[in-house]
């Protein structure tokens, strides 16, 4: 009979892969927005096209570092206390086993199991400490071997996704002198790339194309626009 608690999930998004996927759609969608928002506001500050593209390179990689550093760190420290947490279940397993056997038949009444059927379980159950172990990690504290992080490959995946993003939006200034044309190209490349990754997102999760490419052209031709925005006040005010 196979272990109802080692069966793994084939859906992407609860899979292993589903921390890809949402690193990838994260980092992406940061890269482009953050790019694009911060290259609109010094389209219209009055500097050199090359001045621009420089300032968007150094602003993609800076970016792409900042999203790896946090990245690395958090997956760490979530490892750490998924370790921590472990650690302490078994320690209760081996030194407190009749409060955690109370523990499972609790669980289990909560689960509309009678008391005799919570009973026979958390006899059943009890009889094999990793078992037991499994269950207490994924009832009582809600951890998953899947949540594991990887703190290198975590933040590797979210610094290159970010860089990547931050391609595009570059892209035009290289092609066009004027930086005003080049930011209207940036814009409308940076919004259609946001309505792909929308698409590719929402397919994923099972929604409606339509709704995910939306969702991402609006959120970031909005931050672009207001990136714009501000590079064209703000030195108004300050001056």
């Keep these: 009979m196979t272990n109802p608690l080692s069966s793994s999930h084939t859906e992407a998004w609860h899979s292993p892969h589903g921390r890809r996927i ?5 980092g992406m969608n940061d890269g482009l927005v953050t790019v694009v928002s911060f290259l609109g506001g010094l389209t219209e500050s009055a500097i050199s ?16 570092l900042s999203m790896f550093f946090g990245g690395y760190l958090a997956s ?7 370790q921590r947490e472990r650690e302490r279940e078994w320690n209760e397993i081996h030194e407190l ?12 009444e909560r ?12 006899d059943r159950l009890t009889s094999n400490p990793e078992v037991w172990h499994e269950f207490m990690m994924k009832e009582e504290l809600g951890i998953l071997d899947s949540s594991k992080g990887t703190p290198l490959r975590d933040g590797g995946w979210l610094g290159l996704s970010f860089l990547l993003g931050s391609i595009p939006p570059i892209v035009p200034y290289f092609l066009e002198n ?9 814009l409308f490349v940076s919004v259609l790339s946001l309505s792909v990754l929308g698409v590719f997102k929402s397919r994923l999760t099972h929604e409606p194309a339509y709704k995910g490419a939306l969702e991402m052209a609006l959120f970031g031709g909005i931050a672009a626009i207001l990136g714009l925005f501000t590079g064209s006040v703000l030195p108004r005010i300050v001056h």
């Design 22 to 26: 949402r690193d990838v759609v994260l």
């Design 49 to 64: 096209s090359r001045s621009v593209v420089l300032a968007g390179i150094m602003t993609g990689i800076a970016g792409s």
């Design 76 to 82: 760490k420290s979530q490892s750490d206390f998924f």
């Design 97 to 108: 086993p009749q409060m955690e056997r109370n523990e499972v038949m609790e669980i289990l």
């Design 111 to 122: 689960m509309s199991f009678t008391f005799e059927e919570a009973r026979l379980f958390t």
């Design 178 to 186: 004027n930086t005003g044309k080049a930011f209207n190209i940036a």
